[in-house]
């Protein structure tokens, strides 16, 4: 069965930045789409990015639009995160999720594997 598990997570100042990484358990992955999504305490799950199975086609909130980039690596069997310039409100935990649609996929409902998430928490 197909597992995620996400590493990377800390405590950091505004500003900084932090690299997540995904680590995925079958090499059947570089077939799926695997997004990014978080969850601030008493708040829904959102989504921050997604890549295609190829990694050419990223996708991105706006609100991180500009600061995160996500690649992967299809070798490696991983997926990054790297979060530069980091706000109060990027605070959450932060999770890794895999979906059989072909091209980045803002919808939580669409994934259907998800890891145990990481957190992250900037803060002054």
């Known amino acids: 069965q197909e597992r995620l598990v996400e590493s990377g997570g800390g405590l950091v100042q505004p500003g900084d930045s932090l690299r997540l990484t995904c680590t995925v358990s079958e090499p059947s992955s570089t077939r799926r789409t695997m997004g990014w999504f978080r969850q601030a305490s008493g708040k829904e799950r959102e989504f921050v990015a997604a890549i295609s199975p190829s990694g050419l086609t990223p996708g991105y909130a706006d609100s991180v639009k500009g600061r995160f980039t996500i690649s992967r690596d299809t070798v490696k069997n991983t997926v990054y995160l790297q979060m530069n310039q980091l706000k109060s409100e990027d605070t959450g935990v932060y999770y890794c999720?895999?979906?059989?649609?072909?091209?980045?996929?803002?919808?939580?409902?669409?994934?259907?594997?998800w890891g145990q998430g990481t957190q992250v928490t900037i803060s002054s």
């Open positions: 999720a895999a979906t059989r649609s072909l091209l980045p996929n803002i919808l939580a409902r669409d994934y259907d594997t």
